[in-house]
């Protein structure tokens, strides 16, 4: 039981999303705890040590954060099928973790600025999300006079990039590498697909040619997923034991190890940092331990990139 995968997500989490495929392409059996897509978290939170983001992968008394070091993770776990088919599985998955910096910064920036202001009127954007979002990014929503603009200037750069992956798949393949499907399809499927779940619609922007990859990638689902509740996350937590941590090799600047740090997102989330006792710490990961009276001792994982790491005083 406390070796069962848990994802800790939210339906139209466009990241979750990415997760989602992935557990899909490998055909895992995973457990499933909806999460709000909106502060506050109260049975997230205690897992996290802080983190507010979606999704999380739990394994026992170990919460992995960041589609990045979840993806990591269920590679290393469970290699096949694997989602760097290769021919050069090294080469690809360096190729595709650039093409991930891409889409997950960019690509999907654009995709959500764009269909929140071209369908504000959609049911998703209540005041409260909104609300939510301007705090998280930490800029004010674009009123309603400035919205058809910010729709607009969206679009300028959203179309070149649509271009981009039409023209990859412009030889008629199957997926973004040929004939089988990987983290690259992944990578490049969620921003596109989160439009159509946020307008409530099929975005017309969406070329043909792009829809036809999307529906290939689609149909490889999600796995096989079984509901859990957050209570019930939580006392997996609780009876289960941290696994040890990884090697660590520390860099000019970093904390040392068992000092209280906190990690805290370089984009936007920086509110929510998770505090606890650095365990390990190398050039690609990061990982620190809490206590949470509802979760007991847990140990919880980040990537280095897009992360800072910190120590408190005192
Ligand atoms: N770099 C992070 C980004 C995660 C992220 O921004 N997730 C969105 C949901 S798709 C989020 O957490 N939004 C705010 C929230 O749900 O509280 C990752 O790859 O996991």
Request: with cysteine.
């Amino acid at each position: 039981m406390s070796s069962a995968l848990i994802l800790h997500h939210y339906d139209f989490s466009n990241y979750s999303e990415k997760v989602r495929l992935v557990l899909g392409l490998k055909g895992l059996t995973w457990r499933s705890v909806e999460i709000p897509p909106t502060l506050p978290k109260p049975d997230y939170i205690p897992l996290t040590g802080g983190y507010r983001r979606a999704p999380a992968l739990q394994i026992g008394a170990d919460v992995f954060c960041d589609t990045a070091r979840i993806i990591e993770e269920l590679e290393r776990r469970f290699p096949e099928p694997t989602i760097y088919p290769g021919p050069d599985s090294v080469a690809q998955r360096a190729f595709t973790a650039g093409l991930e910096r891409w889409t997950d910064a960019t690509l999907t920036r654009n995709t959500i600025n764009y269909i929140s202001c071209e369908h504000s009127d959609a049911d998703r954007f209540t005041p409260e999300f909104l609300a939510d979002r301007a705090a998280l990014l930490g800029k004010p929503e674009p009123g309603l006079a400035h919205r058809k603009a910010a729709a607009i200037k969206n679009l300028t750069q959203l179309r070149p990039q649509l271009s981009w992956i039409s023209d990859i798949l412009h030889d008629g393949r199957t997926y973004i590498y040929g004939e089988a499907p990987s983290l690259a399809d992944c990578v490049i499927y969620h921003p596109l697909w989160v439009m159509d779940q946020l307008a409530g619609e099929r975005a017309a922007v969406i070329p043909a040619v792009i829809r036809q990859w999307m529906e290939r990638v689609a149909a490889h689902g999600h796995g096989n997923p079984t509901s859990m509740t957050a209570h019930a996350a939580l006392d997996v937590a609780d009876s289960s034991d941290p696994l040890p941590p990884l090697p660590s090799q520390t860099l000019d600047g970093d904390p040392a190890l068992g000092d209280t740090v906190s990690i805290t997102p370089t984009d936007y989330g920086r509110a929510n940092p998770s505090v606890g006792t650095l365990v390990a710490i190398d050039a690609q990961r990061l990982a620190l331990q809490h206590r949470n009276e509802r979760t007991g001792l847990v140990t919880v994982h980040f990537p280095r990139f897009g992360y800072s790491v910190r120590a408190l005083d005192g």
